[in-house]
């Protein structure tokens, strides 16, 4: 192989997960957080320790 071969693509590619995964999963565990909380309030109960 000739040429200038790099490995920067590979160094990248983490970064390439955070917005591609990590994003849209926090976003689907905020909302069902909050569908949560609307449904104990809306139900009257908590689950907080007494």
């Known amino acids: 192989m000739n040429g ?3 490995t920067s693509a590979m ?5 390439v997960l955070i917005p591609a995964f990590m994003v849209p999963f926090f976003t689907m565990l905020h ?3 909050l569908f ?3 449904q104990l309030a809306r139900s009257g109960k908590s689950n907080s320790l007494r």
């Not at 160094?11 to 970064?15: D, K, Q, S």
């Open 4 to 6: 200038n071969v790099t």
């Open 11 to 15: 160094a990248r590619l983490p970064l």
């Open 31 to 33: 909302l069902t957080a």
């Open 36 to 38: 949560q909380a609307r």
